[in-house]
């Protein structure tokens, strides 16, 4: 059996949204960075409440919406124009006078800026948040499950500068946060 | 426990959801849109209790009865790969008929998911939450039927990868100029990222699977296709980013999937075909059919599984029949403005023809069915008593249904039966592999999507949460910090009425 020893952090449940906004507002003004809310779902205005910054997620996606567009667009002039020159239709079929009548090919650039950007939104989501990751501390909180259902959390990690155990847990208490529970991280 | 905390809103009239009124502005007379004012654990058993059951008996008279059906899919595909082309009845001038008509059904069905997914989401309709996944998982399950029929249609499967930028020993590219092209990447697109949008939707619920399974296989098999979802805000911070621009993305991809299946149509010279209204105009009937079948298939979940009721409330389906009955409107309107076009305005003898010949010719029928089913029949739920009851409902969706395969049959059939020259004018009758083939498909939509009702929460749980009264921290933007308590949902087992526990349901 591999034995729970190093602090993770500290956690704390509320019973409802109202409950864990107001106690995060109280953790951010302590100036706690490494801490977060775990919710069943997003919770309007946490956000600020946590004191984070707009996602940076949507500059990935332009980036990778760009790049979607201009695969799209090497592709049909690469192939049409430079590999095998496509005569349908009377056509321009050259590179001086195809790239003046692009048009016939907006479809497929479209499209490819699209998937490329959706790929993009979800991969880019799902590396920034550090997913998939199927072992976690919190989940050796038997309470933890909850989350996924009418309960809200708060984990404050013992790796934040300002951590005390004493102080997190008074402060925790003091924000209205019940079970408050020390989640071990496994060694071995 | 908090949860015994007592609540200071006032019980509601348990009719109110049903109360629509015109002359209050919304923010007065708000309808619940999670009735009984249900609370987060209500929604989380109620929703889950579908997977996790024991699976009832008519599931699995509904399974035996249409996955049979659904194997006519592959066994006829065989069969046509096996002979040719051939043994489906059409031949020149009628090369597209059943084929591409059941291609542009399907593919019309599945842009209701989409748009109640995307569009309804950047418009704020806070409503779709409770029936988008279903509503995605039916787009998932119509682009499959739909992109059968292409494949199978160029004759040769075998070589259809063709389709796709591949360098070939002959060395020859696509014509990336033709529309035929842009379907493939459309299409192709569509389902891609309909696939990623319904898989983002589904990760915390899945995670709530996780959470509640009991057995091993279930725990792993729900877990790893949560991904080690923690729910924690600098998660949902990305992750509703991330859902935003999906939503972003998917309104522009859902619009130009259906404009350029019609532009299949519109950039030949074919008289009925070619005309610049085809794009709104398919998309219009897309959206219309759509929701023509989310009712159908979500009227009987929620006769089988009573709880959904509060999810899916009445006004639910009060919403989605006044979009039938706009987008029927549209269509209607597109069908006289065609024809306006074609009989007086244009001038032109061929499209006079072909319009004529639509509703005087061989398929007139088809013609006055299309008419009927599409524009006359949604006419009824101008009147609020006919939304509200559910029989007429459905059958009016039975009505868009089949009136949507009436009307791309006689976009396709009719135009092509009779275009330029009487002398090459051509009848056409389906096959029987045809028609079982077309029958086949529903068997494998229905069975995918009992498979999906089975295995994977119907209902979006972390949404539905998320718009019940208890997910809002504060009133924005003027509301005090004083008032948490009213909104509040009732506590779990409290004395609202109840239409059924969990248990009962499961003990149906």
């Known amino acids: 059996m591999a034995e729970y020893k190093r602090l993770f952090a500290l956690g704390a449940e509320f019973d409802n949204a109202a409950d864990i906004y107001h106690a995060a507002e109280k953790v951010r003004d302590d100036g706690y960075t490494k801490w977060d809310c775990h919710s069943p779902f997003p919770i309007h205005g946490m956000d600020k409440a946590m004191g984070m910054s707009k996602s940076w997620l949507s500059a990935f996606v332009f980036l990778c919406g760009l790049t979607g567009f201009c695969t799209g667009l090497g592709l049909v002039t690469i192939t049409s124009f430079g590999i095998y020159p496509t005569m349908v239709h009377g056509k321009p079929s050259t590179w001086g006078d195809g790239l003046l009548a692009l048009q016939f090919f907006f479809p497929v650039m479209y499209e490819l800026t699209i998937l490329f950007s959706a790929f993009g939104a979800v991969f880019g989501m799902i590396l920034i948040n550090g997913l998939p990751r199927f072992h976690h501390p919190v989940f050796n909180w038997s309470r933890f499950g909850k989350v996924t259902d009418d309960k809200f959390f708060i984990v404050i990690e013992s790796s934040d500068p300002n951590f005390s155990e004493t102080k997190t847990k008074a402060l925790l208490e003091s924000a209205g946060g019940k079970h408050i529970t020390p989640i071990y991280d496994l060694e071995d | 426990m908090a949860d015994t905390t007592t609540t200071t809103a006032t019980p509601e009239d348990p009719l109110a959801e049903y109360a629509v009124s015109l002359e209050c502005a919304p923010e007065v007379k708000k309808i619940p849109l999670v009735a009984h004012e249900r609370s987060l654990n209500w929604i989380t058993e109620n929703v889950t209790v579908i997977c996790e059951e024991k699976t009832r008996k008519w599931w699995w008279i509904a399974f035996f009865l249409f996955s049979p059906i659904a194997l006519l899919v592959p066994t006829l595909l065989s069969y046509q790969v096996a002979n040719g082309v051939g043994v489906w009845g059409e031949n020149q001038p009628f090369g597209w008929a059943w084929d591409i008509t059941n291609f542009v059904f399907w593919i019309g069905i599945g842009h209701a998911g989409t748009l109640i997914s995307a569009i309804l989401f950047l418009t704020r309709q806070k409503w779709r939450t409770s029936i988008n996944r279903a509503s995605e998982a039916m787009t998932l399950f119509a682009v499959m039927c739909a992109a059968l029929y292409p494949g199978f249609h160029v004759g040769r499967f075998w070589k259809a990868w063709y389709l796709f930028p591949i360098p070939n020993w002959n060395g020859i590219w696509q014509n990336y100029r033709s529309p035929l092209l842009w379907d493939v990447f459309a299409v192709s697109t569509y389902f891609t990222v309909s696939v990623l949008f319904w898989y983002v939707g589904l990760i915390p619920d899945l995670a709530t699977l996780r959470d509640r399974a009991k057995s091993k296989i279930k725990q792993w098999g729900y877990g790893i296709a949560a991904l080690g979802w923690r729910g924690g805000n600098r998660h949902w911070q990305h992750y509703e980013m991330a859902y935003l621009i999906l939503a972003g993305i998917s309104t522009p991809l859902v619009l ?234 009732k506590p779990h087992g409290a004395d609202v009425p109840t239409l059924t526990k969990p248990s009962e349901a499961a003990a149906h």
């Open chain 2, 256 to 489: 130009s999937v259906h404009s350029i299946v019609s532009f299949d149509f519109a950039t030949s010279v074919i008289p009925g075909w070619h005309t610049t209204i085809f794009p709104p105009y398919f998309v219009a009937g897309a959206i219309f059919g759509g929701f023509a079948m989310v009712l159908t298939l979500m009227l009987p979940a929620r006769l089988l599984y009573p709880q959904l009721d509060d999810m899916v409330t009445r006004n639910h389906v009060d919403k989605m029949a006044k979009i039938i009955l706009l987008t029927g409107s549209i269509v209607g309107y597109a069908y006289l403005m065609e024809l306006f076009v074609a009989m007086v305005y244009s001038g032109n003898f061929y499209e006079y023809n072909a319009f004529f010949n639509r509703a005087t010719g061989w398929y007139w029928w088809h013609y006055f069915a299309m008419m009927f089913c599409n524009v006359i029949s949604p006419q009824i739920f101008w009147s609020k008593k006919a939304r509200s009851n559910y029989i007429v409902v459905f059958i009016v969706c039975q009505f868009v249904n089949a009136g949507m395969w009436y009307e791309r049959f006689v976009i396709i059939g009719t135009t092509l039966a009779q275009d330029f020259l009487p002398s090459s004018w051509g009848h056409y009758t389906p096959s029987w592999v045809e028609v079982f083939t077309f029958i086949g498909t529903f068997g494998m939509f229905i069975t995918l999507f009992l498979l999906f009702m089975r295995f994977l929460p119907m209902i979006c749980i972390f949404e539905v949460k998320a718009v019940t009264p208890a997910a809002d921290p504060h009133h924005h933007p003027h509301g005090g910090h004083d008032d948490h308590g009213s909104h509040e949902a």
